[in-house]
């Protein structure tokens, strides 16, 4: 099934000009550009140059708040022919910041679920903050312990010390919506705002395919069995690293065990039941995540048949 | 699409049995019992037991070659309700195992290759090979570079230093064949065996979906664009840690530029050339690779609507 549009973060179309990570110099002619521009994240919050109401996550290469000599530049490639490029300053940084009237720190899930920015540049901002947290979290060598170091312009960290090259992480996550007929199966987390119902979902282990780990999860969690799997898209989730990628599964069975060190509840609800959810109107206040998510566009490629889920009320679903 | 029965370390069957991972003392009465077994593996290399002709991945738990006291061993879960262990002995066991005449050690992708266990067993044996290689390539904390502890019965692994913790990691790997009408994209690195073409293949990278991928992966490695993305099936990938995610996917132009940095050659093929090859009677001794590989099962679902690829001679294949 084509991407959803309206899918958070699924929609990055920048050419990452993978070509150019390894050449130091073109990279820093790039970099000195006019129209290049860089992300700025201040730990792992984006930092947003406000004027008036417009917001605007770009910064010149060389100009940008909190700018130092020692800072890694990712080069995150071209859009549209114009370089772009990634970088991290201290989290200390975040008060002297709160101060200055032209920038605004708005945390990345924000971003996204307001829709602040166009679909290339959500794109590109997960792409920064999984590649962020993934440095953040490998300063040192898994192998022999010692400090590594950035390389290929932020897609890369060698070992001095004992050689290894290190690449960055991604972990598949299945997100699958169980049907029975006409009816689904959601679950919540104790962490949910109230009423708030979503697919259950889980990492795909070693030595699993994406269907097995599909049924795997669902039975864990619910003790539903799966028949068939049907892979319907697929979205990069930068909380931390995740891709998630998303299915329809065959429920066969139907009496329900809620593994409660997981789940809070899991439930199943009719065809109408979602479609009320979807556009935020049902009667016990009942909801689904924010319209960016991957878990909405399952829910309405089945309830609704595709096509754009409603906008619901962003700040109910997140406000836990 | 279904997983097919011949798709190599996709048909794992064994029930996980998760819940078992953080419960020491229920997992030293598992590997008691009478049915419970382990693989073993030398290094990363797996020791088969045999008698004759017959060969056999399993011994007992507490009685295997190599058998040491402080050997980490990884619950696999339940088999049909026997328990199942891999345990890793050191690579300086290989030479005097070899001496021994009733155990041979087989290279896991040859055991694979020759289809020497049931599905279940490859799936078992992909899972060990994958998490044994994360355990021996992340013994240092990423976050402080102090020594890691296996925890969760071989699942995670903890660092006592810092706190963190630490998840296997699996990476997620597009193959695609990529399709103009009548005719598919196939391309060959320099290793592989003379006459052997392959569908193309990378990995996904941090802030991509599955589709995105497939199109950046055509595009560098052959400059061929792509429309439509189709996801057929997945497969583990245990050669280190990957998950292949297999699609086809519509070539939109049609000349190609071969990225010569990654690949020798990249062909157009016809149909009928792919079912030659499939068959291994293609007059000009060319290849597809072996039957397990999901490129041969994406090939074969494109060239002879899907089912069983023929059993080609898998020496040929992977003799380089």
Redesign the interface.
């Known amino acids: 099934m ?2 959803p549009d309206t899918l958070g ?2 929609n ?1 179309r920048y050419d ?1 000009a ?1 070509y150019f990570r390894d050449q130091p110099e073109e990279l820093a002619a790039l970099a000195r550009r006019p129209d290049a521009r860089t992300f700025v994240f201040c730990g792992d919050v984006p930092v947003i140059a406000r004027q008036g109401e417009a917001l605007d996550p770009l910064f010149p290469t060389r100009d940008y708040p909190g700018a130092g000599s020692d800072q890694d530049m990712i080069f995150l490639g071209l859009d549209s022919g114009a370089p772009r490029f990634a970088v991290e300053i201290p989290a200390q940084l975040t008060e002297p910041l709160n101060l200055q009237e032209d920038v605004v720190l708005i945390d990345q899930r924000s971003v996204a679920t307001q829709d602040l920015f166009d679909g290339a540049t959500h ?2 901002m ?3 903050k ?2 962020m947290f ?1 440095h953040r ?11 590594s170091v950035v390389a290929k312009a932020g ?1 890369q960290r060698n070992c001095p010390a004992c050689g ?1 090259q290190h ?6 996550v299945v997100i699958m919506l169980a049907v029975d007929g006409e009816r689904c199966l959601l679950g919540r987390q104790g962490r949910f705002a109230p009423g708030w119902y979503s697919c259950l979902a889980g ?10 780990a599909v049924r ?1 999860e669902v039975k ?1 969690e619910a003790d539903i069995e799966v028949g ?1 799997v049907d ?1 319907l ?4 989730w ?1 909380f931390p ?1 995740s ?1 998630m ?1 998303g299915c329809l599964a065959e429920a066969t069975s139907e009496a329900i065990t809620v593994d409660t060190s997981e789940l809070e509840d899991v439930r199943w609800f009719s065809r109408e039941d979602v479609r009320l959810m979807i556009a935020g109107t049902h009667p016990d206040g009942l909801h689904v995540p924010v319209r960016m998510s991957i878990a909405s566009h399952i829910l309405n490629v089945w309830a609704n048949g595709g096509g754009e889920p409603a906008r619901t009320d962003w700040q109910m679903a997140t406000s836990k």
Chains 1, 2 share one sequence.
Not at 167 to 172: A, E, K, L, S, V
Not at 203 to 211: A, H, L, R, S
Not at 233 to 236: A, G, K, M
């Open positions: 084509k991407t973060f699924a990055g990452r993978a794109g590109a997960a792409t920064a999984a590649l993934w979290t490998h300063g040192f060598c898994g192998q022999c312990g010692k400090p897609w290894a690449f960055p992480r991604t972990d598949p990492f795909v282990e070693p030595g699993e395919t994406i269907e097995a795997r864990e068939a892979y898209f697929s979205q990069p930068p690293e891709l990628i």
